[in-house]
């Protein structure tokens, strides 16, 4: 009887110190459901508690399903221009095809968050892929451009399901000397998959017809799921007011979580995950290899090789910074990364300015992707390190549409630029968002890496911190009603 009024014992033990435990009362009813759902929350959360960035439970729940979804989505790259010629549209219109999927991507972001914290991680990351496989089968008997888009902009929106629940996992279940490695390493496999994908999709295309490719796509969608299902783990949830009473515990928040609040607390956060996206955009589109092919007149296997010197360039790199980080801190690799970024792009702009040679141009590109693979997964660890476990979602969800909003938002602003003032002015847009992120970093952030970190939440007094951590440790993990 007296295991019935047990708390239990939270998973996080990875929150900053500026986040405040809830305060809840017991109640005298409902002791054997409130027993159910402590056991179920308890087996629910089991497989990521505590993960290790190199594990088979990390493997199988991260990086496997990573690199097999990546996969897909670069092998079905090769058909999407070819699909969209089959409708008879312009080249204006057929770009719609890519915007439609970033649009969906971003779109995807806010629900992901809420749907996270209302009905947990597990069933949310898993209806991704099953999604993602429906959307892709159905490509392959779109009739119509018009439906051709509505499944790209559904393809967009169930990728996010999928990442937001890993990511929320993430932040949920390392510990912040594992976070900074599974994030990066997540990031890492993610573009892998990307750049072996449109190998065979341009194989396929070619021997078996232009939508072969959204078959493997919707195939390995589902095959993600193998691997994933067993080790992918739950998040404590959001409960409705009535359950929380039936349950035995009422939550009630010292603080509002609306997207105002969450937004006003953490805008220096939010302004480093806003510039952060717009110094990555334009080289993530692929435009400044489309600015070679124009300025310096580059053929397409000049350009090819451009791209794979630079990705061979980024792929290594970004796996080392996620050890990096976890080691000496997200300060230390963001501010000289960024600032390499900001350099770099200053660079270009000099060279565009100035009409200097290809070869100048080579050099300080291979340089810049140099910095941004040192950046690769920085900005999103920041926000796993400090996302308040009682709204994890709803603020990963957030932090995920400023991010993918600036980087579908970018390659806009750098294209307008580029037309009406110059290609330099384009660079130094880059750089200069670059030195936002490092100078924000350098004055208004603290290290996130240690849970010591004290967060805008909330300054402590001198001598509370012993008590507040010992708390903690002590807290049950408790409902929150809606």
Not at 287 to 302: D, K
Not at 347 to 358: C, E, Q, R
Not at 404 to 430: K, N, R, W
Not at 436 to 459: C, G, N
């Given at each position: 009887m007296l295991a019935m009024f047990r708390p239990v014992v939270?998973?996080?033990?990875?929150?900053?110190?500026?986040?405040?435990?809830?305060?809840a009362t017991a109640a005298s009813q409902g002791t054997e459901m409130g027993t159910s759902e402590t056991t179920r929350s308890r087996r629910a959360t089991a497989p990521d508690e505590n993960m290790k960035a190199w594990s088979l439970a990390a493997f199988n729940s991260t990086y496997l399903p990573a690199l097999i979804l990546a996969m897909g989505t670069g092998i079905a790259i090769p058909a999407i221009p070819a699909i969209a010629r089959s409708f008879h549209v312009s080249f204006a219109v057929a770009t719609g095809v890519t915007t439609s999927f970033l649009i969906g991507n971003v779109a995807g972001a806010l629900p992901a968050g809420w749907l996270i914290d209302r009905?947990?991680?597990?069933?949310?990351?898993?209806?991704?892929?099953?999604?993602?496989?429906?959307?892709?089968?159905?490509?392959?008997?779109?009739?119509?451009?018009?439906?051709?888009?509505?499944?790209?902009?559904?393809?967009?929106?169930?990728t996010q399901l999928w990442m937001m629940g890993r990511i929320t996992g993430i932040s949920h279940g390392s510990s912040p000397d594992q976070r900074g490695r599974q994030i990066s390493w997540l990031f890492g496999?993610?573009?892998?998959?990307?750049?072996?994908?449109?190998?065979?999709?341009?194989?396929?295309?070619?021997?078996?017809?232009?939508?072969?490719?959204?078959?493997?796509?919707?195939?390995?969608?589902?095959l993600s799921l193998v691997p994933a299902y067993r080790y992918i783990g739950d998040t404590p949830r959001k409960r409705s007011t009535t359950s929380s009473t039936q349950t035995g515990s009422i939550a009630k928040s010292p603080r509002p979580f609306t997207y105002r609040h969450l937004v006003s607390t953490y805008a220096n956060y939010f302004a480093i995950a806003l510039f952060g996206a717009f110094s990555r955009g334009p080289?993530?589109?692929?435009?400044?290899?489309?600015?070679?092919?124009?300025?310096?007149?580059?053929?397409?296997?000049?350009?090819?090789?451009l791209a794979a010197a630079s990705a061979g360039i980024m792929l290594p790199v970004g796996f080392v910074t996620g050890w990096v980080m976890d080691r000496y801190g997200r300060r230390r690799t963001?501010?000289?990364?960024?600032?390499?970024?900001?350099?770099?792009?200053?660079?270009?702009?000099?060279?565009?300015?100035?009409?200097?040679?290809?070869?100048?141009?080579?050099?300080?590109?291979?340089?810049?992707?140099?910095?941004?693979?040192?950046?690769?997964?920085?900005?999103?660890?920041?926000?796993?390190?400090?996302?308040?476990?009682?709204?994890?979602?709803?603020?990963?969800?957030?932090?995920?549409?400023?991010?993918?909003?600036?980087?579908?938002?970018?390659?806009?602003?750098?294209?307008?630029?580029?037309?009406?003032?110059?290609?330099?002015?384009?660079?130094?847009?880059?750089?200069?968002?670059?030195?936002?992120?490092?100078?924000?970093?350098?004055?208004?952030?603290?290290?996130?890496?240690?849970?010591?970190?004290?967060?805008?939440?909330?300054?402590?007094?001198?001598?509370?911190?012993?008590?507040?951590?010992?708390?903690?440790?002590?807290?049950?993990?408790?409902?929150?009603?809606?």
């Open positions: 939270a998973t996080d033990t990875n929150v900053p110190s500026g986040h405040l435990p809830l305060t009905f947990g991680r597990r069933r949310i990351m898993l209806s991704g892929p099953i999604l993602t496989a429906l959307m892709a089968f159905a490509v392959v008997f779109a009739r119509s451009y018009p439906q051709l888009l509505a499944l790209r902009f559904a393809d967009g929106f169930a496999m993610d573009n892998s998959g990307r750049a072996l994908g449109p190998l065979i999709g341009g194989f396929m295309a070619t021997s078996w017809g232009i939508r072969s490719p959204f078959v493997a796509y919707g195939m390995l969608s589902l080289m993530q589109a692929g435009l400044l290899n489309i600015y070679a092919a124009f300025r310096y007149h580059m053929n397409p296997s000049e350009v090819g090789y963001m501010i000289p990364g960024y600032s390499g970024v900001c350099f770099t792009m200053v660079g270009l702009a000099l060279i565009a300015f100035f009409n200097l040679s290809t070869v100048d141009y080579v050099i300080v590109f291979l340089v810049a992707s140099l910095c941004q693979g040192i950046t690769n997964g920085a900005v999103q660890t920041i926000g796993a390190d400090v996302a308040p476990r009682e709204v994890r979602g709803k603020f990963l969800g957030l932090w995920r549409f400023t991010g993918q909003g600036g980087v579908a938002l970018s390659p806009v602003i750098f294209a307008a630029l580029a037309g009406a003032v110059s290609y330099g002015a384009s660079f130094l847009f880059v750089g200069g968002s670059a030195a936002a992120v490092a100078l924000l970093v350098l004055f208004k952030m603290p290290e996130t890496r240690s849970t010591e970190a004290v967060l805008p939440t909330e300054q402590p007094r001198p001598g509370r911190q012993m008590r507040l951590r010992s708390a903690r440790r002590e807290e049950p993990e408790l409902s929150q009603p809606d």
